[in-house]
């Protein structure tokens, strides 16, 4: 029999802090376990083989062994370091934004595979060269996963049917809400109908069958919205994508990103 305290996790690496003199810790996203937090230790010396195989957005094989208040890295195995993305300040900016919102809004130990593979997938997409429609469909896609999709077809509020019209009105971060149910107050933003009609094509469909999607000018209207609600479940910026704005990577809210 294996030992109980080791267990090898294939995991995508999200962050890491230095800690001590030489250690990091390691946050990981792993297809066994979700979101763990493991001690790297003496990774940060020269002598260290472990280093290269736990850098952020690694996409690597761990061995970790159970320690007394949180688990130690005893080996690990990149499978894929993303060597694209590194190279591209835009591209690793947009990167680190879908890592960042996998960190900050899921919990520890509560194992997630749609999560694992919506992100893994994500990231051979950036490396691969897919752009500002992939991003989209991974925020949609990632809030429907966390169970906080906002209502697209039907009023977040009184549940009414959402009929055709010219321009809707939509409450961060329940979704679309009917003309009635807008007077109850709060803070709205307009969406229009081809950005209702975007939203609800991402939420549906998988990347193969939306990935040939032109926004247009509409596509800023979808980022803003999205931006927001990711805001308000963060209840912050999304850090990377602040960088991204400094690096050509992301639109200003409210710009034009298409």
């Known amino acids: 029999m294996g030992n109980p305290r080791l267990t090898q996790v294939q995991a995508i690496i999200l962050k890491d802090r230095e800690v001590g003199e030489a250690d ?5 996203f792993t297809l ?3 979101k763990v937090w493991a001690r790297a230790a003496g990774v940060r010396k020269p002598t260290s083989r472990l280093g290269g195989h736990l850098q ?15 688990d130690v890295v005893s080996q690990a ?9 590194r190279g591209d300040l835009r591209r690793l900016a947009q990167a680190l934004a879908c890592a960042e919102v996998v960190e900050g809004l899921t919990a520890e130990e509560q194992a997630n ?14 490396e691969a060269g897919e752009g500002e429609v992939l991003l989209r469909w991974y ?20 549940g009414a049917p959402l009929f055709p019209q ?29 950005g209702l009609k975007v939203l609800r094509w991402l939420a549906r469909h998988d990347y193969a069958q939306v990935r040939t999607l032109r926004l247009g000018p509409v596509g800023a209207e ?37």
């Open 24 to 28: 990091r810790l390691v946050c990981l």
């Open 32 to 34: 066994e376990r979700g």
């Open 56 to 70: 952020p957005l690694c996409h690597s094989r761990v061995l970790l062994a159970r320690g007394r208040e949180r």
């Open 77 to 85: 195995e990149a499978l894929h370091t993303f060597p694209g993305l």
């Open 113 to 126: 595979p749609r999560i694992y593979h919506l992100l893994l997938h994500t990231l051979e997409g950036l």
């Open 139 to 158: 925020e949609v896609q990632m809030l429907d996963a966390l169970g906080v999709v906002p209502h697209l077809f039907a009023c977040a509020e009184c």
């Open 166 to 194: 010219p321009q809707y009105t939509f409450r961060v971060p329940v979704g679309v809400v009917c003309g009635g149910c807008t007077s109850h107050g709060g803070a709205f933003l307009s969406l229009s109908l081809e």
């Open 222 to 258: 979808v980022e803003r919205l999205l931006r927001e609600t990711f805001r308000w479940h963060l209840e912050r910026e999304v850090r990377a994508a602040a960088f991204g704005e400094r690096v050509g990577g992301y639109p200003p809210v409210g710009g034009r990103a298409f």
